[in-house]
C-alpha cells in the first residue's frame, strides 16, 4: 500500500473528522495512534475500524489543554512506534468550554480556545519533530471561516486560536522546509458524523438544508472520509512541494459570496 511502513498520531480520533483521518490513513497502510480525551469506548470502536482496515495502533489519552499531557502522549508513541511519519492536530474541545460572545467570553475560555489550538500545537509540533525524518508530514486542523469572520460571535475565543494557529503553520513550515518536512493546515467545511451531531435537530437541519441548497456548490456537507482523503493525499510523496498553506476542503463552499444569496449565485 502507498504509505505502508508510516506511523501516524491523530489528536481527537476517537470520533469525527480525526475519526475519518485515521481511518483514511489506516486504509493506506498506516499505523495510527489513536488519541482520546475522555471517550475511551470511541477510541477502542476507531481502532476495531482501523484493524478491519488491515493496519494496527494504539490508543492514548491527553488533555490537549495540558502541555505536561501532551509530552506524556509522545513519549508513548515513541516507545509504541520508535518513530512518528505524521502528526495531526486535530482535537478541539466541546464548544461549552469556550463559545460565548465578545463581551461575555471568560478568560478561561479564552484560554481554553488558545490551549486546545495554539499551544497544543506548538507543543505538539516540537515533540512530534525529534521522532520525525524527511518526508514527515504535519497538519493542523482549523476552520479557516471562523478565523476570517465575526458574524457568529461566540466562535470569538476558536475563531482567534484558529487564525493563530494557521499563522503557526506558516511559521513551523519554514522552519522545517530544510529538513523535508512538510506544515499544513487543512480547513473542513460542515462535515456530517461530528460536533455537527451535537447541534439541537432543528439546528442541524437548517445547516444541511441550507449547504445542500447551494452554499456549498457540491451540494452536500462533507464527511469525515471526505477530509481523511485530503490528509491522506497531503501524505503522498507527490505533495513534497506543498507546504505552509491552508487547504480548504469543503466542496467549494469557501468560494461562495457571503453577499449573494446561493439560489442567485449557482444556476
Ligand atoms: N465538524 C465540523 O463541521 C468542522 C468544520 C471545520 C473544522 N473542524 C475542525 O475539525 C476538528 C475536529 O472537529 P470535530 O467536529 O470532528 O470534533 P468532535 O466530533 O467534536 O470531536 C472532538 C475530538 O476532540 C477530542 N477532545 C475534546 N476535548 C479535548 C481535550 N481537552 N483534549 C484532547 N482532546 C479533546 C475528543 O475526544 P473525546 O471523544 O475523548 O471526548 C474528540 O476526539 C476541530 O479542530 C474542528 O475545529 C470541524
Not at 471526505?226 to 491522506?232: E, K, L, N, Q
Request: aromatic share 8%; net charge neutral; hydrophobic share 40%.
Amino acid at each position: 500500500m502507498a504509505l505502508d511502513r508510516k506511523h501516524a498520531l491523530s489528536t481527537g480520533s476517537s470520533r469525527g473528522i480525526g475519526r475519518g483521518i485515521a481511518l483514511a490513513l489506516a486504509e493506506s497502510g498506516v499505523k495510527v495512534a489513536i488519541h482520546y480525551f475522555q471517550n475511551e469506548r470511541a477510541a477502542k470502536e476507531t481502532l476495531d475500524q482501523v484493524r478491519k482496515r488491515g493496519s494496527d495502533g494504539f490508543l492514548v489519552q491527553a488533555d490537549v489543554t495540558r502541555p505536561d499531557q501532551i509530552t506524556e502522549m509522545f513519549q508513548k508513541v515513541k516507545a509504541e512506534f520508535g518513530n512518528l511519519d505524521i502528526f495531526v492536530s486535530n482535537a478541539r474541545p466541546e464548544a461549552s468550554t469556550f463559545f460565548q460572545p465578545p463581551l461575555d467570553i471568560t478568560l478561561e475560555q479564552w484560554d481554553t480556545a488558545f490551549d486546545s489550538q495554539a499551544k497544543a500545537f506548538l507543543v505538539g509540533v516540537r515533540e512530534a519533530l525529534p521522532l520525525m525524518s524527511a518526508g514527515g508530514r504535519i497538519f493542523a486542523i482549523t476552520y479557516a471561516q471562523g478565523s476570517r469572520t465575526g458574524g457568529l460571535q461566540p466562535w470569538i475565543g476558536m475563531g482567534s486560536a484558529k487564525a493563530a494557529l494557521e499563522s503557526l503553520v506558516r511559521y513551523f513550515a519554514v522552519a522545517v522546509a530544510k529538513r523535508g518536512i512538510t506544515v499544513n493546515a487543512i480547513s473542513p467545511g460542515w462535515t456530517e458524523d461530528s460536533v455537527l451531531n451535537t447541534l439541537p435537530d432543528q439546528v442541524q437541519q437548517l445547516i444541511r438544508d441550507w449547504h445542500n441548497r447551494g452554499w456549498t456548490p457540491m451540494g452536500r456537507l462533507g464527511t469525515p472520509a471526505d477530509v481523511g482523503d485530503v490528509a491522506t493525499l497531503l501524505c503522498s510523496e507527490k505533495a513534497r512541494w506543498i507546504t505552509g498553506q491552508v487547504i480548504y476542503a469543503d466542496g467549494g463552499a469557501s468560494l461562495m459570496n457571503p453577499e449573494v444569496p446561493p439560489e442567485i449565485q449557482i444556476r
